[in-house]
């Protein structure tokens, strides 16, 4: 049995359908027991910041996908190798290599990494760039107007489709071999936003524009909508150069044996009308 956490989210699904195309055993772990999942999978309820709600979730689960930054990591961790499970797959990403306390998003990645490697089970470390589905925050702007307005307008990022961390995680999560590895996954190409936009934008068959943020903008718009802890992390990341999320790695083709998708491939499959 393989346990999902974050089954709903952009990584989590995926998996969770290729999981169920392989016709191995999956349960997710869910908030609420009305979530909607594809047939066959089981639902436990429980929360990973509470261990003691985890009991039936962990029960003779052999392998769990598991997201960052819980309180209590260390409690839910024993209590899943007491529980039997043997493998853990953890949804990281690149700053945990920075290992920076005083950033807000880098701390919760490592902390997280180091709980996972302490707790006694095998291990494999996700470390995702930029993912293709943050451009879904342009939606409403879509929607509203051919404009789109954007932070950062000068850092390439060499984004990766979800699906594509998924396969890597199920490949982790479902063979030998992956233990103590961290894989850099990224798309095959490094893109600005203006060229993300201009990929939509023939995908959409609309003249669209793009119109880069300055810094003070991009700062008020974001504090609006996160904490200013982590508008700080990603102005770290990104103005004053700390991350640099715009090389390509080859991992996701090593663990899949296919390569990487573009964004044009996730841009045609998310955008183009079933």
Request: one cysteine or more.
């Amino acid at each position: 049995m393989f346990l999902v956490t974050g089954a709903t989210g952009n990584v989590g699904s995926e998996l969770v359908k290729a999981l169920v195309a392989a016709e191995a055993p999956v349960r997710v772990l869910a908030r609420r027991a009305d979530v909607v999942v594809p047939d066959g999978v089981e639902v436990a309820v429980g929360d990973l910041n509470s261990a003691e709600s985890l009991g039936d979730a962990l029960a003779g689960v052999r392998g769990m996908f598991l997201m960052p930054g819980y309180g209590g990591m260390e409690g839910m961790l024993a209590q899943a190798r007491e529980s039997g499970v043997q493998r853990v797959a953890l949804l990281s990403g690149g700053s945990a290599a920075l290992e920076d306390m005083s950033n807000a998003v880098s701390r919760y990645m490592t902390l997280s990494e180091r709980a996972v490697r302490d707790a006694g089970m095998e291990w494999t470390f996700l470390r995702p760039r930029a993912f293709m589905s943050n451009v879904l925050r342009w939606m409403p702007q879509l929607e509203a107007g051919d404009t789109v307005r954007a932070p950062f307008p000068d850092v390439r990022l060499a984004c990766v489709d979800p699906r594509d961390i998924a396969a890597v995680a199920m490949h982790a999560l479902t063979e030998e071999g992956h233990d103590g590895r961290i894989y850099d996954l990224t798309g095959p190409e490094s893109l600005l936003p203006a060229e993300q936009l201009a990929v939509v934008s023939r995908v959409l068959k609309r003249d669209l524009k793009f119109v880069g943020m300055t810094n003070e903008e991009a700062r008020a718009d974001m504090e609006a909508n996160m904490p200013v802890e982590y508008v700080d992390a990603f102005f770290n990341f990104y103005v004053d150069g700390a991350l640099d999320e715009s090389e390509v790695h080859p991992d996701v083709e090593k663990v899949t044996g296919r390569p990487a998708g573009t964004f044009d491939q996730w841009a045609r499959r998310t955008f183009t009308p079933a």
